[in-house]
């Protein structure tokens, strides 16, 4: 079987300063088989494709593809040698045709600097066609819908005529239909030979699709099974390396009476279309759906950072305003947004100016000069009551981890006293430990009385962190359903509603 | 208020733990991030073995003057920067207030008079007019950036061709035909160059000096104390995140453009007196070296960082260069080229510090 490996790697290392990322990670993918590699976030899977791809260089251990060794100093590189990426996050030129990103860095040319657009748009078609993809090559990509971007990159890859490619997460913003369509493409490939190295979350979708399974957990390499030989027990219990169970922390908060009222909400520039629902005081509601369905959208428009076209909200019986965020604030809600890092984090402010930015009216001594002391104070307090790992309150907020970085933005919102918290997506990005302590947290302010609506994409943390859960799909409210009963297929069937 | 003894230690604990290849680097960085620094220490060193005058008292108040001169534009534009932006307008703005101020407070007696029959205006009304003036054209450049989301260079590029323009006219007006505005009154040049601060070594120090430590005590305290200066970093940082924290974003932009207005007012006004010659081509340029001096000290364009003690830096810095190359005789030619490697280089290595490695 020694000459159907195709893509050998052995004992790679890579350190980025104060993290050992990968610690002597190997993995082995043979030819025609699609191999799965599994594991947390922050487990180190995409920085092993990142280090296969030349994008990161490794520190140590050696790389075989085809028997011969290979380091790639660049994509462009990776790229010539046969090894295509789809990547999780899509970089695309935006403002440029669908044609333009497929054949950009390598145009096809004529006389060698004039860029062919004749031989462009008939190899275009032709890689569409094979695939079966329906994008007009000429509709500038801004216009398209995510899930339609994620399949032309696909066909990028694909038209490199690689021999190994690489899928990080390419399901994430796809349909059912789209996701059927691309597994579709990844058998054909598999059946011409490739080598598919596929990154999910998704047990059942790789339970379904792949050969091969290698688990990964803290940059480390765990087991490589045959998909046939796991289920998804076995699986949840290699990535996390513990029993499910442990996973949150008990459920202390009682539902008090009615507090928040949201009544018709609909909002004028996205699909977000009469949603009505109540939430108590002291009781977590989560907003689950796929990605579109309009959870975001929710929280956006119930904050005022999105423009409503109608619908009311009524917290304790009286209608609030929420126009904006300020007058959110003062209402008393907060907004923990989905991208930390784009509208949660001022990354290059310390910690003390990114903890009382929500509430310097409190530090104000006679209306104008604000106290050092009492944002110290409030700063310590943020820090002590969130246990945020840091040397000090001037520390950068960039060079904090992620769920210490949530922890700061939390900590920002609790010194608004809100009476209503909303959280998009509070551990994306965050390791299992610091998960836990965030579920702590929304629990511990559950307790306090406080309203919470909290967005997901794992299901699995809607079921164990909140009492009830909203169902969206298509931009409207689906259904709700009692966390404490409910299953994720009765939520999924839920969410493919309207979509 | 970091301990510059423990950071001291710190970095030699640090140091003891790098290997070979990374103290190497260690070095390197070291060097090509205090590049300007050294650069100016062995340019004064050279300067005196040419000439030695540059180490006297007159050269020192000299080098005073120019700053307090020169340091409230670079800190007006300086909040332009935090926020990512730039302000082409202000030099333009400088000789419009300064045209202002001059033609309302010539002497009563001279004969060309640009308003031949007003009476007395009092200063503090003029000063307060060029500043009025300054806040207005910042206030226009602020709501668009704002508003309209457009770049900072293009609305303030606009502005500082429609200032030209009214400067230039008012200059054609009643009667003035492009003239220089001369023959200012002796309370204004003595509200502005007069003293009345003691001698140092001999030489007398101008109140604009004391005027520009008021102005950098008002700017200091705007930045570090008040909950505008920290929304200003805040939307420097990351506008988005500041939108939803709940910060007047809008509101932010405008008034820190304003304030940027102002501060040009301020310094036309000031110039017009100081300079005393007043055409249309006044304060032409005058923000080239303003940003120049903010980013030298530290104002960086990434947004969100800078501090008023860098701003001053910046300034004294940039002015001991051209002093010094005054004292080597430089041609003033050659001055522009040498000024200009001095920003590429000094912007270089302050961006040197935000690019990402892998």
Known sequence: MESDVLLQMTDVCKSFPGVKALDHVSLTVRRGTVHALMGENGAGKSTLMKCLFGIYFKDEGTTLLEGREVNFKSSKDALEN???????ELNQALKRSVMDNLWLGRYPTTGGFIVNEHAMLQETKR?????????????????????????????????????????????????????????????????????????????????????????MRDGQWVDTRPAAEL??????????????????????????????????????????KDVSFTARKGEIVGLAGLDGSGRTETLENIFGVATRHSGVIKLGGKTVKNKNSRQSIKAGFALLTEERRATGIFGIRNIRDNTVISSLKKHLKAHICLSEKSMHEDTKWAIEAMRIKTPNQEEKIRSLSGGNQQKVILGRWLLTSPEVLLLDEPTRGIDVGAKYEIYQLIIDLANEGKTVLMVSSEMPELLGVCDRILVMSGGRLAGEVDARTATQEEIMT?????? | MKNPVNALKQTSERYKTLDAKDRKKFWIDGLLNNAIYIILVIFLIYTYMKNSNIASASSAVNLLNLVAANLPMALGIGGCIVLTG????????????????????????YINKFYADMGEVPIIAVILLAMLIGGIVGLVNGFFVAKFQLHPFIVTLATQLIVYGACLLYYMSNGN?????????????????????????????????????????????????????????????????????????FLTTVMVHTLAGITYGYTGFIDAARIASNTANSGQNYESDAIAACVIGGVSFV????????????????????????????????????????????CSIDMRKYLTKK
Not at chain 2, 194 to 201: R, V
């Open chain 2, 177 to 249: 035909n492009g003239q220089p505005i001369s023959g200012l009154s002796d309370k204004y040049t003595n509200f502005v160059k007069g003293t009345i601060l003691p001698k140092i070594g001999g030489q007398s120090i101008p109140n604009y000096v004391i005027y520009a430590l008021i102005v950098l005590a008002i700017m200091w305290f705007i930045w570090n104390k008040t909950p505008f200066g920290k929304n200003m970093f805040a939307v420097g940082s990351n506008p988005e995140a500041a939108k939803v924290s709940g910060v007047n974003v």
């Open chain 1, 494 to 499: 839920l969410a493919a509603k309207f979509a």
């Open chain 1, 127 to 215: 890689v569409f066609e094979e695939l079966e993809i329906d994008v007009d090559p000429h509709q500038i990509m801004s216009t398209l819908p995510v899930s339609k971007r994620q399949m032309v990159e696909i066909a990028k890859a694909v038209s490199y005529n690689a021999k190994i490619i690489v899928f990080d997460e390419p399901t994430s913003s796809l349909t059912e239909e789209e996701v059927e369509h691309l597994f579709r493409i990844i058998n054909m490939l598999r059946d011409k030979g490739c080598g598919i190295i596929y990154i999910s979350h998704k047990m059942a979708e790789i339970l379904r699709i792949s050969d091969d399974v290698t688990v």
């Open chain 2, 86 to 109: 730039t302000d082409l307008s202000a030099g333009r703005v400088v000789g419009l207030t300064g045209a202002i101020s001059a033609s309302l407070l010539q002497a009563t007696t």
């Open chain 1, 82 to 88: 046969g090894v295509a990426m789809v990547h999780q």
């Open chain 2, 303 to 346: 947004g969100g960082t800078g501090t008023i003690g860098g701003v001053v830096l910046g300034v004294v810095l940039l002015r001991i260069i051209f002093v010094c190359l005054n004292y080597l005789a430089i041609d003033q030619n050659l001055q522009y080229i040498i000024k200009g490697a001095i920003i590429l280089l000094a």
């Open chain 1, 231 to 272: 289920d998804n027990a076995t699986l949840i219990k290699l990535m996390v390396g513990r029993e499910l169970g442990s996973q949150f922390p008990p459920k202390t908060n009682e539902p008090g009476e009615v507090y928040l009222e949201v009544e018709g909400l609909t909002a004028q520039y996205s699909a977000l």
